[in-house]
Nanobody, 113 residues
Framework: QLQASGGGLVQPGGPLRLSCAAS????????RGWYRQAPGKQRELVAV???????NYVDSVKGRFAISRDNAKNTVYLQMTSLKPEDTAVYYC?????????WGQGTLVTVSS
């Protein structure tokens, strides 16, 4: 399973780093990603990183968020900076394998003064 952590309350303009650690039996991951779901909205892709290290971001977070991974720890991170109130959402991590996908349990990020 995936264990997401790092969410919390942060003031606008502040930083926050999310982590998502995979249990030991999850291998051969193609892509790792972060998604978010704001109240009343559909879940959206925020950022992905491939096994080759390529990254992609939704336009609204480009230049502010950075996704990275630690293969030795089987962990993916989302470094968020210059946070805005509209970034408030439950953030989920996802690992895509060839024929299966794992989701984390979600961690709440609230951006408010």
């Amino acid at each position: 399973q995936l264990q997401a952590s790092g969410g919390g309350l942060v003031q606008p303009g502040g930083p926050l780093r999310l982590s998502c650690a995979a249990s030991g039996h999850i291998f051969s991951v193609n892509t790792r990603g972060w998604y978010r779901q704001a109240p009343g909205k559909q879940r959206e892709l925020v950022a992905v990183i491939t096994s080759g290290g390529r990254t992609n971001y939704v336009d609204s977070v480009k230049g502010r968020f950075a996704i990275s991974r630690d293969n030795a720890k089987n962990t993916v991170y989302l470094q968020m900076t210059s946070l805005k109130p509209e970034d408030t959402a439950v953030y989920y991590c996802k690992y895509d394998l060839v024929d299966y996908a794992y989701w984390g349990q979600g961690t709440l990020v609230t951006v408010s003064s």
